[in-house]
Structures are given as structure tokens and as C-alpha cells.
């Protein structure tokens, strides 16, 4: 289009639209931050990090969860609470903290009524109490507050430690509760860092970190009704993710917008004109490319996680409004400062100028196209190669899960305190397997429990017990334990009653999980109605969910991402090799995690779910940037043919992309501040995956095999042929 006509184009706008169009799109964003804003701070209200709510309801484990009601009084969640010394606790200690534990309810708001005993081990050295808690959004608190409690009244000495179920959340509560300040203070302060070096502007970072932050608030406001009105289920990792994954696309498709306005700006003068041509060159890249990302995450709807099938809409819903501001707000904002938003280096018009430079003289970019050109076959074969054998790392990635303990990384007092536990006590205490039986049935079951070697003890729930708990022996339901307890009868709910099963191990080990699948298997033969639940069923249920869904869902986010590139690019050569370069990037990038994951940081494994979400955003946004780069790359082609448009292409977007690979690198990278082992091992794959995407596969090897290939790559469209 020559200036003459771009100026036409522009003139068929009223002078008032023009005015008023801009103005009214930034109105209408501005407002939706307004409103939206103040939900940052009100995300608790609807999430949740419990992960029975998270397994399908067809789970054994859930279908416990969802009767515990029935047997025990309120929606609470159990505490263990460890007291160690050194020497022996004397019977004057231990009565003296036995008066205060039968205050604590009194004391410490959100503790239970029906707060157990003390208890002694049998060294002398230990006691541990069971406090039921307050489950709602104040645990961490109430937490806090026992432990404190404890420790201000206790004898000089003794150390004090909550753990269980109760202190294991307070811990991930802990963990996630930086996602609004800290989370979102490091990524931002990258991102602008990222901007100002790339821009070497004043306005420009405000303008594009601005269209991101709005995009945000936008997507927290819709998803934060969405799961308040029960249709979504939001927690602490979906949170991060989203926070995170809105402000990297957003950023990414800003810089794409904001390249092409500034090549435009240098082709025609008007600033209405370039405007509309910059869309329309950034609009199929922009579409493509969210659509792509989209579709990889609605995939995960086919989840039976429902952490997972949440996060699916939860983050296409973001990247909906990240693609919604990057061609609304960011044009209507630089639309209204034009070139000024560049300053101090405002672009110039210079048509001839930009002409040359799209040329394979002169740059960075247009020197490695010019390298690319002379040497491509041995560079594709070479980095192909060196991709492969950081493949063979992801041997060394154990991804059959985490105990519990281990989720939060740092200090972490309930897993102090389970250790201490395990020294003095049965590693399981506090965190029994809980069968539900028919009341015909109990001591059947008890019994099929008793003759596991994984358990300790077993009691069944009497709500009128004293110890909230009758034990069961081989002989029956003893009469003996706390003045009362004999008298009192099992709570039978439905016909039938709740078994608890004390582990040896402690609940979050391999041991402890190997016993719970023997019992399940023992009870299908002999007691086949019962239910098998608790903190270690949820676990294992969890798990077993994650693996399944890695096996269904990776297959069909390639084959959705594939089918997309073929309508984008109208052929089916080049999709297949741009999803084969990104999958071999994605195994180098878990190849190499899976190396300093094992030798260098000692993890203690990894979740099931953390090579699926890595693969999910790693292909989905490893292919933004050969969408970027090949969209590129068929325009230049229908020019200049096949070969020509590939050198013509990387020089042209060869800065913009890498810029955008360093913003999603840095941004995913900020998730490590989080102290959870999920989201560091999840912001080292997809970072490190990123800058591979970047600087290795989209710069060097699509490039130089889509030249050694030449218009062989568009076939079976005419470019194939030769025909533009």
C-alpha cells in the first residue's frame, strides 16, 4: 500500500471517531482495572489448596471426604501437636500441661471442643495432643496462635511443634501468600527492567507493562465471579500461574504489536494509517498465537483433576484478555501519543531506509540469517543433535510424586514436627486411613486393617467418647480408655461406621502409600463396600489422576497445536516440523531439569503434574514464537519466495521475538520466589524452555532447516509450487 492510498484509507474516519474510538477503549479498560482492582486482595475468599476437592468425585478418597460430616461434628481439620524435651517428662509436667491443653479452646480462637488428652510416649520424652481446627480462612492464624500459646506456657525446654493435616496446610497457605505482593513485584520489576533495555523509552515500558497489568485485573475479576458462583475452582498454584502467564502473553503480544506500529510508523505518516496497517499485520500472528496457547489449555478439561481441568478455562480466559488488550488498549494508547510514545527515539519517516534494512545486510539478525544462508544444513543437523542429547536427562526425573513434608521448600515446623513425631511415636499419628464400613462389617474390616503390617492401631469414631474414638482390637471394641469411652457406642451414619487406622510410617511416605493400596486390595476381597480415604488414599488418588491425565492429555495438545498450524500456515509440511523442533525442546528442557533437579538442587522428586504443565506451556508457547516467526516468514515468501522470505523473516523479527522470549523467560522464572516445590520446578522448566525455544530453536534450527527444505516446506499449498 503507498502512502497516498494509507492516507485514504484513514481519511474514511470521521475526525470524531478517530478521537473518540481511542479514548473510549481506554475509558472502558481503565475502568475495568478500577473495579476489578481490589480483588487481588480477596482471592482467599474463594480458593482453595485442600487437595481432596481437587480429585474426581468417583475417587475413593473423595467419596470419604465428602462423608466425614456424618460422622464427626463441624468442618474441621485435625492438628497434631508435639511436645519433645530432653530428659523424661515428670507426672507434675505432664499434668500442668495437661490443665493447659484443656484450655486451649478457651484460649486460642478456632480451636475445637473436642481437643484430645495428652498423651505420653512410651520414652517418656514426647507427648502429642490431637486439636480439632477451625478449617476455614483462618488456620494459619489459629495455627500460629496454638503453637505460641503452647510455647509461652510450656516448661523451659520443651520444644513445640504443630504438624498433621492442619499444620501442612497452614504451611502451603504460608507458601502462597506472597503471590499477590512478592509474585507479582518480581515479575513486574523484570518485565519493566526487560522493557526499558529494549526500548531505551520513557513511555513505552509504562505503556505496554500498563495494557499488562489491566489485562490482568480484567481476567482475575471475571475468574474470581466465575469461581465464587462455583463454575471455577481457583487455589494458590492456579493463581500464581495465571498472575504470571497474563502478564507474559500480554507483554508478548504488546512487543509484537509495538515492533510492527514502529515499522509502520517509518513507512507511512499517519499515524491513523499505521495504526490500522500494524493491526492488521499483528492481528493473525497475535490470533494464532493465543488461539494456539488456548486451545493446548482447554485441553486440560479432559483432566480428572479438578486443579487441573480448572486451570484450563481459569488461563485461557487470561490469554483472552491479554490478546484483547495487546489489539485494543496498547493501539488506542500509542494511537493517541503516536510517534512521541517512542521518545527520545522517535521513529522517523523512511520508507527507502526500511526497505534496505528488510534486506540480509547490515544487523545482528540479518547477519545470522546471511550465516544461516551459507551454512544451514550443518547448523540444523548440529543443534538438532546437541537438543537430542539433552533428552536423555529426562531419565533422571522422578515424577511419581512428593510427600507432603516436602511441598513447601525452607524452614517448616510441620514437617519438623512430623519428624519429631516419628521418633517418639507411630510416623502416622494424627493422619490415620479412614474406612467407611458397613456397621455389619466393622469388625471384619478392623481386623483386615489389624493384619496389614503398615498399621499401628485402629479405632472406630464414637461422637459421645470421650476421646472422640473407641479402640478395636481382634477381640472386639475394648472397654477400656477414657472414663466413659466403654459406654459409649460407634456413630453409625447410613449403616455404617468410620474406621481410623494409625500408620506406622509417616502418612506422606512410600511406605505408608504401599500400605494403604495392600489394604485397598485386601478390603475388595474381603469387605467389598468398603471406602478407603484419608490423607495417604488422597495422595495416591491424586497421583494416580495426574499420571492418567499426562497419558491422554500430552497426545491430544499435539495433535490440537498441529491441526491449528495447518489452517494458520495452509500447509502440512511446516507444522510438522515446527511441533517436532518445539517437542524436542521440550525434552532437552526436561532433560536438563531433571539432571540439576536430581545431582545439583536434591529435590526429592516431583509431582506427576509437572511434566504435563511444562509440556502444555512450553509447546503451546514454544510455537507463539515460530508463529511469529513463519507468519513472517509466508508474508515475506509470497514477495520474495521461499528461501529469501525465511533470511527476510528471522531479520525482521528476529529482536521483537527475542525480546519476548526474555519477558515469558523472566516472567515464569519470578514463580521461584514462591516457596513451593511445584511452582520452582515449574519456573526452571518453562524458563529454561523458553530461552531454548528462543535463542536456539526459533533463531537457529527452524530457520536453517526451513531454508535446506525451501518451498517444499508449504506443501501442498501453491507456494510449494512456486506460485504466489
Given at each position: ?15 470524531w ?20 482492582g481490589?480483588?487481588f ?18 475417587a ?7 462423608r ?37 479452646p ?35 492464624d ?9 510455647r ?20 502451603l497457605?504460608?507458601?502462597f ?25 520513557l ?65 507511512v ?69 503516536g ?17 534496505a ?26 543443534t538438532?543433535l546437541?537438543?537430542a ?20 521448600l525452607g524452614?517448616?515446623?510441620?514437617r519438623?514436627?512430623q ?14 486411613v ?10 471384619r ?21 470421650v ?13 477400656f ?19 481410623q ?12 502409600g ?17 471406602l478407603v ?22 497426545p ?12 494458520l ?21 526436561l ?70 522470549g526474555?519477558v ?10 514462591i ?16 530461552l ?5 530453536v ?27
Amino acid at each position: 500500500m503507498t502512502e497516498q492510498r494509507a492516507r485514504t484509507e484513514t481519511r474514511r474516519w470521521p475526525t470524531w471517531l478517530r478521537v473518540l474510538l481511542p479514548a473510549a477503549l481506554i475509558l472502558v479498560w481503565v475502568a475495568a482495572a478500577g473495579v476489578g482492582g481490589p480483588y487481588f486482595g480477596k482471592v482467599s475468599e474463594v480458593s482453595s489448596n485442600d487437595q481432596t476437592t481437587y480429585l474426581p468425585t468417583s475417587a475413593e478418597a473423595t467419596q470419604v471426604q465428602e462423608r466425614l460430616g456424618d460422622f464427626r461434628e463441624g468442618d474441621e481439620i485435625p492438628a497434631v501437636v508435639v511436645l519433645t524435651q530432653q530428659e523424661p517428662f515428670s507426672e507434675q509436667e505432664l499434668a500442668e500441661l495437661g490443665a493447659l491443653v484443656a484450655e486451649l479452646p478457651d484460649r486460642v480462637p478456632g480451636v475445637g471442643s473436642g481437643i484430645s488428652p495428652l498423651l505420653p510416649s512410651e520414652d517418656g520424652r514426647a507427648a502429642q495432643l490431637f486439636a480439632p481446627l477451625d478449617s476455614g480462612e483462618g488456620l494459619r492464624d489459629t495455627v500460629n496462635a496454638l503453637g505460641d500459646e503452647l510455647r509461652a506456657e510450656a516448661p523451659e525446654g520443651v520444644e513445640v511443634f504443630v504438624t498433621g493435616p492442619a499444620g501442612f496446610t497452614a504451611d502451603l497457605v504460608n507458601g502462597f501468600s506472597g503471590i499477590d505482593g512478592i509474585l507479582l513485584g518480581v515479575a513486574l520489576a523484570a518485565v519493566f527492567l526487560i522493557l526499558i533495555i529494549v526500548y531505551r523509552s520513557l513511555l513505552l515500558p509504562v505503556a505496554v507493562l500498563g495494557t499488562s497489568v489491566i489485562a490482568l485485573t480484567a481476567a482475575l475479576l471475571l475468574n474470581w465471579w466465575l469461581a465464587k458462583w462455583g463454575l471455577l475452582m481457583l487455589s494458590g498454584q492456579t493463581q500464581g500461574i495465571l498472575f504470571i502467564l497474563v502478564i507474559g502473553a500480554a507483554t508478548d503480544y504488546s512487543l509484537l504489536y509495538v515492533s510492527r506500529y514502529r515499522e509502520e510508523l517509518r513507512l507511512v505518516e499517519d499515524r491513523g494509517a499505521a495504526t490500522l496497517r500494524a493491526l492488521k499485520g499483528s492481528l493473525e500472528p497475535i490470533l494464532a498465537s493465543g488461539g494456539t496457547v488456548i486451545a493446548g489449555l482447554l485441553c486440560l478439561l479432559l483432566s480428572d483433576l479438578k486443579s487441573n481441568s480448572s486451570l484450563g478455562p481459569i488461563a485461557a480466559i487470561g490469554i483472552v484478555f491479554a490478546m484483547l488488550a495487546a489489539l485494543t488498549l496498547l493501539p488506542a494508547i500509542l494511537f493517541a501519543f503516536g510517534r512521541a510514545a517512542f521518545w527520545p527515539r522517535r521513529p522517523k519517516y523512511e520508507p527507502e531506509v526500511v526497505a534496505a534494512e528488510h534486506g540480509v545486510h547490515g544487523g545482528v539478525w540479518a547477519k545470522l540469517a546471511g550465516w544461516i544462508k551459507r551454512r544451514h544444513r550443518p547448523i540444523w543437523i548440529v543443534t538438532a543433535l546437541a537438543l537430542a542429547v539433552g533428552v536423555a536427562g529426562a531419565t533422571q526425573l522422578d515424577a511419581s510424586g512428593v510427600p507432603q513434608s516436602d511441598l513447601v521448600l525452607g524452614a517448616s515446623e510441620a514437617r519438623d514436627g512430623q519428624q519429631a513425631l516419628g521418633e517418639h511415636f507411630p510416623g502416622g499419628s494424627g493422619s490415620p486411613v479412614l474406612v467407611i464400613t458397613p456397621e455389619a462389617q466393622l469388625q471384619r474390616t478392623a481386623d483386615t486393617l489389624l493384619a496389614q503390617s503398615g498399621i499401628d492401631s485402629v479405632t472406630v469414631v464414637a461422637t459421645d467418647a470421650v476421646s472422640g474414638a473407641l479402640p478395636v482390637t481382634a477381640d472386639g471394641i475394648t472397654a477400656f480408655g477414657p472414663p466413659g469411652a466403654a459406654q459409649a457406642e460407634p456413630t453409625v451414619a447410613g449403616g455404617d461406621v468410620l474406621l481410623q487406622g494409625t500408620l506406622t510410617a509417616a502418612a506422606d511416605s512410600d511406605a505408608a502409600g504401599e500400605t494403604v493400596r495392600e489394604l485397598r486390595t485386601a478390603l475388595a476381597d474381603a469387605v467389598p463396600d468398603a471406602l478407603v480415604g484419608g490423607v495417604t488414599a488422597t495422595a495416591i488418588d491424586t497421583n494416580d489422576a495426574s499420571i492418567h491425565d499426562r497419558t491422554l492429555i500430552i497426545p491430544i495438545v499435539l495433535l490440537v497445536i498441529t491441526l491449528i498450524l495447518m489452517l494458520l500456515l495452509r500447509s502440512l509440511v511446516a507444522p510438522l516440523l515446527l511441533v517436532a523442533t518445539t517437542v524436542l525442546s521440550f525434552g532437552t528442557a526436561l532433560g536438563v531439569a531433571g539432571l540439576l533437579f536430581t545431582h545439583v538442587f536434591h529435590f526429592p522428586g516431583a509431582d506427576p503434574a509437572v511434566p504435563l504443565y511444562s509440556f502444555v506451556f512450553l509447546v503451546a508457547l514454544g510455537i507463539d514464537y515460530n508463529i511469529f516467526l513463519m507468519t513472517r516468514v509466508r508474508e515475506e515468501s509470497l514477495a520474495h519466495g521461499t528461501r529469501q522470505g525465511v533470511l527476510r523473516g528471522l531479520s525482521i523479527t528476529g529482536g521483537v521475538i527475542t525480546s519476548a522470549g526474555l519477558v515469558l523467560a523472566a516472567t515464569f522464572a519470578a514463580l521461584s520466589v514462591i516457596p513451593i516445590l511445584f511452582l520452582v520446578q515449574i519456573a526452571f522448566i518453562v524458563a529454561f524452555g523458553v530461552l531454548l525455544d528462543t535463542f536456539i530453536v526459533r533463531s537457529l534450527l527452524v530457520p536453517a532447516l526451513s531454508y535446506d527444505v525451501g518451498r517444499a516446506i508449504w506443501w501442498p499449498s501453491k507456494l510449494a509450487r512456486g506460485e504466489r
